[in-house]
């Protein structure tokens, strides 16, 4: 396994705040906190795991309006607001009356991170992992990217004065490779899907000395920063959970971390302890955990993704087992879309609510519509969707379904002809 560091004494005291270990999600072994990502007793993921002391509403209302009110539920220094990040979180909560009617949904909500510093939900998370690449001294800050990891870690390390070096399967949307060349001079294109750049990853963190690959040997602190998205809501909310939340599942974390959130808040004593379902969302073109949830099984097989939501498209999903066992226990599901289904769900949110949303969140809207016309979802239930990306990334889904309604003469006659009036 690689280390980031090979002399972990040198993290100093109080580097992961009140975090304590990390701990197997298999069988709950303890390692030190420290640059690794596998059980050393069975290979399972390690977590995060925390000692919290009493935390109130009061604490984290009084933080600043990004993740770092939060900082306490993470595993950061107690004076992380003072290292330069991106600042990413506290992103709008918005009401979606007119998409909720349109569908038939009571009650339903958009927690919109496009707003995020690079335009999705992934500043969230990168902050937390520099956070840990800066205690373990790394000298580049890395990730294998479906794209929108890559925006974020090139602009983060920019902003922290950090070398980063970020990978992409080379037949990545245009907008997505300069919204990350932009920040970064080390951006490489790899011939080859995201499995095969994870792969990449994972060999270069095995050799090189004091890379800091965010979402593989960092990846414990990486995920936490998703947890976030779970403290926001519910805080948003008036400090109550949703009855039905409906998350997009690329490798999974995001979901696993929301849940996490909402666990942790309830342990805590800062919301009621009640139901809700979890559901998952996937594009049919890689749909790895819906396929297996459909069939009742456990076992996931992978698949060589091919659809148009790219920032989903990961085969091998790494959480994608614990993603099962969620929505499954909370009674939720994982469903699975067409990419023109897709298409019809971005056009469908921009038009209701005005949000652009990209592939991705195209695939939670549509997601939400298929378990309302399947009977899977409770429509008489709160329901909150994640956006989770921008529309501006991902232009090309819809450009052949939206444009000018007519090209006409700068003349009134002309207007008037185009039936406008
Ligand atoms: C990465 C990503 C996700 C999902 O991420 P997980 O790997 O499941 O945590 C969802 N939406 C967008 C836009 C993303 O970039
Ligand atoms: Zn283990």
């Known amino acids: ?18 975090a304590v270990a990390l701990s197997c999600r298999e069988c709950g072994a303890k390692v030190d906190l420290g640059p690794s990502y596998a059980c050393p007793e069975c290979f399972g993921p390690l977590e ?43 992103t709008r909560l918005l009401r979606a009356d007119n998409l909720g009617r349109e569908l038939g949904i009571a009650s339903l909500w958009v927690k919109d991170d496009s707003t995020n510093p690079t335009n999705s939900f992934k500043d969230r998370v990168v902050a937390c992992a520099l956070s840990a690449a800066r205690e373990f001294h790394a000298k580049v800050f890395a990730c294998p990217s479906t794209g929108n990891l890559a925006n974020a870690v ?86 109550r959970l949703p009855d039905q939340i409906v998350i997009p599942v690329a490798s999974g974390s995001q979901l696993t971390k929301v849940h996490k959130a909402f666990q942790e808040l309830i342990a805590l004593g800062l919301v009621e302890d009640k139901p809700y379902k979890v559901f998952g969302a996937q594009a049919e073109g890689c749909g790895p955990v819906a396929t297996a949830y459909k069939a009742g099984v456990d076992a996931i097989r992978p698949v060589k993704p091919d659809t148009i939501a790219k920032s989903l498209a990961i085969g091998n999903p790494a959480d994608g087992i614990y993603v099962l066992d969620i929505t499954r226990a909370t009674g939720g599901a994982v469903e699975q879309v067409t990419d023109d289904e897709i298409r019809d769900a971005i ?75």
């Open 347 to 421: 056009v469908l949110l921009a038009r209701t609510e005005g949000v652009f949303t990209e592939t991705a969140g195209g695939t939670t809207t549509a997601v939400l519509k298929k378990l309302v016309e399947t009977g899977q979802l409770d429509t008489s239930l709160e329901t909150v969707i994640i956006n989770t990306g921008h529309g501006l990334k991902t232009l090309d889904a819809v450009s052949g379904r939206v444009g000018p309604r007519a090209t006409i003469a700068a003349s009134y006659d002309a207007f008037e002809a185009a039936g406008l009036a």
């Open 154 to 239: 090139a602009a983060a390390g920019a902003r922290a004065g950090i070398r980063t070096v970020v990978f992409i399967p080379s037949n990545l949307e245009q907008p997505k490779q300069v919204n990350s060349a932009v920040f970064t001079d080390s951006l490489v294109a790899v011939d080859g899907n995201y499995d095969d750049v994870n792969k990449l990853a994972q060999e270069i963190a095995a050799e090189e000395e004091g890379w800091a690959f965010v979402n593989v040997n960092v990846r414990p602190f990486y995920a936490e920063g998703s947890k976030t998205l779970g403290y926001e809501i519910a805080e948003q909310l008036g400090w």
């Open 48 to 90: 995060v795991a925390y000692d919290f002391p009493a935390i109130t509403r009061e604490d984290i209302a009084a933080g600043p309006a990004n993740i770092w009110r939060y900082k306490a539920l993470l595993p950061v220094p107690t004076d992380i607001e003072q290292s330069p990040n991106t600042e990413p979180g506290f």
């Open 1 to 18: 396994m690689s280390a980031v560091v090979s002399e972990l004494e040198t993290v100093r005291e109080g580097a992961f705040g009140n």
